[in-house]
């Protein structure tokens, strides 16, 4: 009987710790399929113009996001989520940054705000589900957690106040023509008048 008892236990604790690898397992796929969508935003430098560094924004992520932070950041190597701190350290040069509360699918444009120049891009965003993400210079994804995570991150490297950034608007070019090619349309018009 005793035999018995100690294997139905044994059987007990085995059956726990399947369970629990169980529920580890299917976490991991959704964090993995999470990540795999999280890898359709990708934000990049463009160019400078009138003193600010303008962006390019492609969120092919299949849904909107939110919480969109872009950051310029001097690196000689690989940026990720448990470095980022130490490119911003508190007191230090603020980074420049692009940040949208929300962000469709498609492309945008936008310009970063802020007086630190960087080399690579890094951005934080929140998917759909209220998940939040870290893509760094490399394209890799990392897991930020919960919003109480990406807070005191922003804490940490000296963004406690965001303030939204703008999107750019493409302006349509109007034609202009040179006075001599108006000169001679008004000679061309007043020809005909008089034929």
């Known amino acids: ?5 100690s294997d139905n236990s044994s059987l007990k604790k085995k059956n726990s710790r399947l369970a629990k690898e169980n529920q580890a397992l299917k976490q991991a796929n959704q964090d993995l399929s999470a990540a795999s969508a999280a890898a359709g935003l990708n934000v990049w430098e463009t160019e400078e113009k009138s003193g600010k560094l303008q962006l390019k924004i492609d969120n092919q992520t299949g849904q909107a996001v939110s919480d969109l932070l872009g950051l310029a950041v001097a690196a000689n190597g690989q940026i990720t989520l448990n470095s980022l701190p130490s490119y911003f350290p508190v007191g230090g040069a603020k980074p420049r940054y692009f940040y949208r509360k929300k962000v469709a699918i498609g492309k945008t444009e936008g310009s970063l705000t802020g007086a630190y120049a960087g080399s690579d891009m890094v ?8 998940v939040y993400w870290f893509k760094g ?3 890799q ?3 930020i957690g919960s919003q109480a995570h990406f807070k005191k991150l922003l804490r940490q490297i000296s963004l406690n106040k965001l ?11 109007k034609k202009k ?3 001599k090619t108006t000169k001679k349309t008004e ?3 007043s020809k005909k008048k008089a034929e």
């Open 177 to 179: 023509m040179s006075k």
């Open 137 to 139: 210079n490399r394209g």
């Open 163 to 173: 303030e939204e950034s703008s999107l750019l608007v493409k302006k349509t070019e």
């Open 1 to 5: 009987m005793d035999k018995l008892a």
């Open 123 to 130: 951005c934080l965003f929140a998917d759909a589900s209220g």
């Open 187 to 189: 000679k061309q018009s």
């Open 141 to 143: 994804i990392e897991k």
